[in-house]
C-alpha cells in the first residue's frame, strides 16, 4: 500500500520580511476584526464577547487549508476544519457526507481523513457537479480515493488542459466534465478485470 503519511517539516529560518500574501490576509482580518470589536465597544460590549483571543484566532486559522505534503493535491483541510468551512456543521454531518461520497475524503494511512481544498468554490461549498463527477467512480480501496483525487487535480486535454474542479468553478460544461470522467473509470473497470495475460481482443 502507498504510503501517505506526511513528511515531517524541516526546520526552517524564519524569514525577516512578512510575506506579501500573508501581509495582504493580516491587514484585510485586522481590519474587519478591528471594525466589529470598535461595534462592540460603541454599544459598551466588551471585545471579549467574541471568546478568547487565542481560542478566537485558532478558530479563525482552522478555516484556512493545511499545506499538503502530497503537492499534486494542493491545500487540504482536516476533519475539524472542513466541518467550519463548511459553516459550522458537526463532525457527525461532515462523517456522512463522506459515507456518501457527496465530499471527497482520503484516509492517511496514519488513519487520518483529510479534504482537499480544490473542491471548494469561493462560497466555501462543493463546486458545482463534482458529486456527480465522483459518482462515475467506485472505488474500492482507499488507494482508489487517492487515485480518483489525483485524476480530479491534473490537467485535462479534453477541458483545455483545466482540471475538472476549474473547469466546472468555471461555468464549464458539466456534460464535458462526465464524460472525461467516465472515460477514466471505464479505463480503470477494465484494468482492474482484465489480467495482464487476458488483453481483451481487438475488433
Given at each position: 500500500m502507498v504510503e501517505r503519511t506526511a513528511p515531517k517539516a524541516a526546520n526552517t529560518q524564519v524569514?525577516?520580511?512578512?510575506?506579501?500574501?500573508?501581509?495582504?490576509?493580516s491587514a484585510r482580518v485586522s481590519a474587519e476584526?478591528?471594525?466589529?470589536?470598535?461595534?462592540l465597544r460603541s454599544q459598551g460590549q466588551a471585545p471579549e464577547q467574541l471568546g478568547d483571543a487565542d481560542a478566537l484566532a485558532a478558530r479563525?486559522?482552522?478555516?484556512?487549508?493545511?499545506?499538503?505534503?502530497?503537492?499534486?493535491?494542493?491545500?487540504f483541510y482536516s476533519?475539524?476544519?472542513?466541518?467550519?468551512?463548511?459553516?459550522?456543521?458537526?463532525?457527525?454531518?461532515v462523517e456522512e457526507r463522506r459515507r456518501r461520497r457527496t465530499i471527497l475524503a482520503l484516509r492517511t494511512?496514519?488513519?487520518?481523513?483529510?479534504?482537499?481544498?480544490?473542491?471548494l468554490d469561493e462560497r466555501n461549498q462543493i463546486v458545482r457537479g463534482l458529486v456527480e463527477?465522483?459518482?462515475?467512480?467506485?472505488?474500492?480501496?482507499?488507494?482508489?480515493?487517492?487515485?480518483?483525487?489525483?485524476?480530479?487535480?491534473?490537467?485535462?486535454?479534453?477541458l483545455?488542459?483545466?482540471?475538472?474542479?476549474?473547469?466546472?468553478?468555471a461555468g464549464g460544461d458539466l456534460t464535458a466534465a462526465l464524460d472525461v470522467a467516465e472515460e477514466r473509470a471505464a479505463r480503470w473497470a477494465l484494468a482492474t478485470s482484465v489480467g495482464p495475460d487476458e488483453a481483451p481482443?481487438?475488433?
Amino acid at each position: 500500500m502507498v504510503e501517505r503519511t506526511a513528511p515531517k517539516a524541516a526546520n526552517t529560518q524564519v524569514a525577516a520580511a512578512v510575506d506579501p500574501y500573508v501581509e495582504r490576509v493580516s491587514a484585510r482580518v485586522s481590519a474587519e476584526l478591528t471594525r466589529r470589536v470598535d461595534t462592540l465597544r460603541s454599544q459598551g460590549q466588551a471585545p471579549e464577547q467574541l471568546g478568547d483571543a487565542d481560542a478566537l484566532a485558532a478558530r479563525m486559522l482552522a478555516a484556512v487549508p493545511q499545506p499538503s505534503p502530497w503537492a499534486e493535491l494542493g491545500p487540504f483541510y482536516s476533519t475539524a476544519g472542513i466541518a467550519r468551512v463548511l459553516g459550522g456543521v458537526s463532525r457527525q454531518a461532515v462523517e456522512e457526507r463522506r459515507r456518501r461520497r457527496t465530499i471527497l475524503a482520503l484516509r492517511t494511512t496514519d488513519s487520518r481523513w483529510v479534504y482537499p481544498a480544490f473542491q471548494l468554490d469561493e462560497r466555501n461549498q462543493i463546486v458545482r457537479g463534482l458529486v456527480e463527477v465522483l459518482d462515475r467512480f467506485r472505488p474500492r480501496t482507499a488507494d482508489d480515493e487517492w487515485m480518483v483525487a489525483s485524476f480530479l487535480a491534473a490537467g485535462q486535454p479534453g477541458l483545455g488542459g483545466a482540471t475538472i474542479a476549474e473547469h466546472l468553478q468555471a461555468g464549464g460544461d458539466l456534460t464535458a466534465a462526465l464524460d472525461v470522467a467516465e472515460e477514466r473509470a471505464a479505463r480503470w473497470a477494465l484494468a482492474t478485470s482484465v489480467g495482464p495475460d487476458e488483453a481483451p481482443a481487438r475488433t
